[in-house]
């Protein structure tokens, strides 16, 4: 019952290095999505993949590229790493195409980033 | 305009006290609601979906109000276990936002001994 998994759990970055995000679902979910989460601010959605082969900008994709691999998998990139970077990062799933809109999210257990 | 808005608290009760938190949503066009559930540095986790006649799980009882664009959650006999941020969320559908689920910040609860 592995759900959601996302790695890393934790990372430490330098202003300006790259790193990818990983997450990756076994619940056969079409639809997959990234949020940063920040103190006060709530989550915001960065992307979001409404089903294998899309994606589509959400709230915050500033300085963010993702690539929906296949259907089990959703990655973010971080190209050049800032400080307002720093934030927990969850990874959601949904399956709009069995369950239809009804259905819930589920989410990852977060990766939690500094960028120094 | 937040496509969702809540409280924020907190909200400090006592065990055993009955406590409401209330949502408000921005587009008519919203079709589907949810309450999640999120402690402290963890993931969202689904508390209950809401449904058009209201629904009941346990102590939780969730009502919708889409004349009035209106979300509540009320929990009964409050449990310590039950200190957490609860957050109210809506499906829009349409366009380019097909399948997006839109989250308020959160109302911070905490249950006191």
């Known amino acids: 019952n592995a759900g959601v998994t996302q790695t890393p759990k934790f990372q430490v970055l330098k202003t300006g290095q790259s790193m990818t995000l990983q997450c990756a679902q076994d619940m056969n979910h079409n639809s997959m999505y990234w949020y940063r989460q920040d103190p006060g601010m709530g989550l915001r959605l960065i992307y979001y993949?409404?089903?294998?082969?899309?994606?589509d900008k959400g709230e915050v994709p500033n300085g963010y590229n993702v690539s929906r691999l296949n259907k089990r998998e959703f990655s973010l990139r971080l190209e050049s790493a800032a400080p307002s970077q720093t934030s927990v990062y969850f990874c959601?799933?949904?399956?709009?195409?069995?369950?239809?809109?009804?259905?819930?999210?589920?989410f990852g257990d977060g990766t939690r980033l500094s960028i120094l | 305009r937040k496509e969702v808005e809540q409280d924020p608290g907190p909200f400090n009760v006592p065990e055993g006290a009955t406590v409401a938190f209330n949502c408000t949503y921005s587009n008519s066009a919203s079709q589907s609601f949810f309450w999640y559930r999120q402690d402290c540095r963890k993931e969202p986790k689904l508390l209950m979906s809401v449904y058009s006649s209201g629904n009941e799980d346990g102590r939780f009882t969730a009502q919708l109000n889409r004349a009035s664009q209106y979300i509540s959650l009320l929990i009964r006999d409050s449990k310590l276990s039950d200190s957490a941020t609860y957050l109210c969320v809506v499906n829009r559908l349409g366009g380019s936002t097909l399948g997006r689920l839109y989250f308020g910040r959160g109302t911070q609860l905490t249950v006191w001994p």
């Open positions: 959601a799933s949904r399956d709009l195409q069995g369950g239809g809109f009804n259905q819930p999210q589920h």
């Open positions: 993949s409404a089903s294998e082969g899309t994606t």
